[in-house]
């Protein structure tokens, strides 16, 4: 190909010259024609003429003796006839044209046959050479033309820069959104009650068919063989020695036939308990502080007893490593009706926990995959634990029914008469089964390795928890389809957007936890958010964000763009506090920013927190009696829907900086601890963050000032703000990122509010000091890595300089 194209330009090069070549020709013989025909004319011997004469002549000696031209000779230079010898110019001596710029056109000058045989010639190439040009010349320009064509289509139909896109974006996202529609959510919510109760596998399978069925490429099933505990083959009871009275979880007695036992007894029960018999005396622990405890130890001897615990004010795993500790034996646990909403009636209702901190129990920090180590865990704790009905802790404690005086209602306390004996009976069975996930990735085309995910659960392995895993099934299905109806016109997000719903959440967010920690590597690196519909309608009177410090400012402007299209704007304050579901592998151990929007119903009392820990059964009907219309769920789907897309899209990652180190001024504000060194971190970091977000931030904000390289550099540096604030221990329950606090009422950093409550209990200081280091260096690794960014920009800034 290389040969080719020069032997192309070769030829070419040789009709170039051929051309000039006979231009000059004809120029020399026009001035020697006007030298004969004027012989008597003043300018015959003008030197000017006589110059361009014999530089005509030179010029095409010399393009004769070019190599390659060898062969270019005129015809007429051979053909000198005999009959001329006798002309006097055989009489001169040779010019050599090495010597004089005359040479062999002077020969063929003074040769009488010469210019007539060429001038009858002359005439023809000329017309030959003219149409060879234009030829040569209207294939250039038609080609010329015709690439301008092909180049003005060629970028008409190739899509825009991503940066062009930009303005645009609002309006994409208000075109997505508004496919998003009530009535399209609660035909997939009724569509997803139809499916038999079956196991995890195929009510994944079925989901994941409902994905594909609304255009997402690629859709996975990824599975884990895990260890459950799972009820037996006959309900857990309560007896009471003194009577004899056997009851059920629910409060119903155990004489009553076999087939009136309901399926929410069965259920009812504590997974991964102790199993056994355990008779003890019964002690009203109240809510499991740490002053009760102090208060119950100070009484009595609490070794192997039963506590009647309230849930509800602490983790539930904190409360029961309290009540380990102190050597108790079993707990009967509760809800007082007093806590929970007056829309709320569930007194008569047992309910379903989890004592599994999160994952397989029997893979502890690494994923449950072929050929893994299996750790002998059937029970996480020596506590017997039982779940019971409100009812059935009225009739232990020989409380009337009715405790509501006048609207007023009465919190639930033991009587001090007499001592209350019983007997626990837990039979749950431990074995592996299969936990399956449902994963759908929407590829980027930008940040394509940079992840947005959006995760819900479903519920294939027992009937209790209600119906609400349909609701949050729906609502990302709902979201799933706007998106592909936008994604087949063409358009696709800058980042990538992964689907999730995950299987065995009950059991302790298991399925999340199991993949997480199976892409543990390639997660840490690349996922941007996580964004939660863990039970996203669990009520219907207020709104309810949560969201990362970072993600504040965000949650609370999409909560506005919502406003645009609904005449009732929620208004609702968002907040960082611990929450319920799938979003605690990637808050507590990857460090990623969170966000969730759920609807839920107001509770005056102080002690509601933590109650979502209780999984009660939900009858069908119940969701659509808290929302008919279904419009709570459009409106958690549209919020949803508009936080993804902008951290899915905008070039620079909607994080603030300046927010973090805002909140954790504000968790040091009014603590026990007063610590200068703390205090001065802060203060430290708040200036970097500052800094940080002026200098930083706000110029690649700005269309006009973006540099790619250097948001991409930005960008980087926001996604993982928060994993400094992941200490490395925290006590049972509470959440290793210290950025979130327990719950609305407090306003510090809950370990170091848990270490002053330990201080209580066993009169030292060790658990405040090291406390205390785990928060010190976690605002200073933040502030060092703050600094380091901008270390980082500015050495750039000064290599492009």
Known sequence: MEENGTLLLQSIKNDLLKIDFEYKKMAYHKVNADQRAQGHSPYLDNDELQATALELEWDMEKELEEPGFDHFRLDSAGQHHPGNSQSPDLDLEPIQPSSSPKGRFQRLQEDPDYVSHYTRQAPKSNRCRFFQILKVFCTALILFIFGIVIGYYARKKCPSPPASQEPNNPHIYHEILKEIKAENIKQIYRDLLQF???????????????????????????????????????????????????????????????????????????????????????????????????????????????????????????????????????????????????????????????????????????????????????????????????????????????????????????????????????????????????????????????????????????????????????????????????????????????????????????????????????????????????????????????????????????????????????????????????????????????????????????????????????????????????????????????????????????????DIALEVQNNLKGSEVDVPQLLAVASCLRDSAELFQSDEMRPANDPKERIPVRVRMLNDVLQSLEKSFLVHRAPPGFYRNILYRLDERTSQFSVLLEALEHRKLHQSNETIQAALSEVLNSINSAQVYFKAGLDVFETTLAGKK
């Open 196 to 658: 038999p109760k079956e196991d995890d596998v195929d009510t994944a399978m079925k989901i994941l068919l409902q994905w594909s069925s609304q255009g997402l490429e690629d859709v996975r099933l990824v599975n884990y063989s895990v260890l459950l505990d799972l009820p037996g083959s006959s309900s857990n009871t309560v007896t009471l020695k003194s009577s004899g009275e056997c009851f059920y979880p629910s409060g119903q007695q155990c004489n009553r036939e076999t087939k009136m036992l309901h399926s929410q007894d069965l259920y009812s029960y504590a997974a991964y308990s102790a199993k056994g018999i355990l008779e003890a005396e019964l002690v009203d622990m109240q809510y499991g502080t740490v002053e009760d405890l102090v208060r119950i130890q100070a009484i009595t001897n609490v070794t192997k007893k039963i506590a009647l615990l309230k849930l509800g004010q602490l983790p539930l795993l904190y409360k029961l490593s309290l009540l380990e500790d102190a050597g108790f034996g079993g707990v009967l646990l509760y809800v007082d009706p007093c806590d929970l909403p007056k829309t709320t009636d569930l007194a008569d209702t047992a309910f379903m926990v989890s004592l599994n901190g999160g994952g397989d129990p029997s893979t502890p920090g690494y994923a449950s995959i072929d050929g893994s180590y299996r750790q002998n865990q059937l029970n996480l704790t020596t506590l017997l634990v039982q779940p019971i009905s409100a009812v059935l802790a009225k009739k232990l404690i020989s409380l009337p029914g009715d405790t509501v005086q006048k609207d007023r209602c009465i919190p639930l306390r033991l009587t001090s008469t007499g001592k209350k004996i019983i007997s626990l009976s837990i039979q749950s069975v431990t074995t592996y089964k299969t936990v399956s996930n449902v994963i759908g990735y929407l590829k980027g085309t930008v940040y394509p390795d940079r992840y947005v995910i959006i995760g819900s659960h479903h519920n294939g392995l027992n009937t209790l928890g209600g119906q609400e895993w349909a609701s949050s099934t729906a609502i990302i299905t709902a979201f799933i389809q706007a998106l592909m109806l936008k994604v087949k016109k063409g358009w696709r997000p800058d980042r990538t957007i992964v689907f999730c719903s995950w299987g065995g959440t009950s059991f302790g967010n298991i399925g999340s936890y199991e993949w997480a920690e199976d892409l543990k590597r390639v997660l840490q690196r690349n996922v941007v958010a996580y964004i939660s519909l863990h039970n996203p309608v669990r009520g219907n009177s207020t709104l309810h964000p949560v969201a990362s410090p970072s993600l504040q400012q965000l949650a609370a402007e999409s909560q506005s763009f919502n406003c645009g299209e609904k005449s009732r704007c929620p208004g609702s304050n968002v907040s960082s506090v611990q929450i319920q579901g799938d979003a605690d592998y990637f808050i507590n151990h990857l460090g990623v920013p969170t966000m969730q929007f759920s609807y839920e119903d107001i509770s005056t009392s102080e002690n509601s927190a933590f109650l979502s820990e209780a999984l009660f059964p939900l009858h069908t009907t119940k969701t659509e009696e808290l929302d008919p219309s279904f419009s709570l769920h459009e409106t958690i789907a549209k919020l949803t829907g508009q936080v993804t897309l902008q951290i899915a899209n905008e070039p620079v990652l909607p994080f603030n900086a300046l």
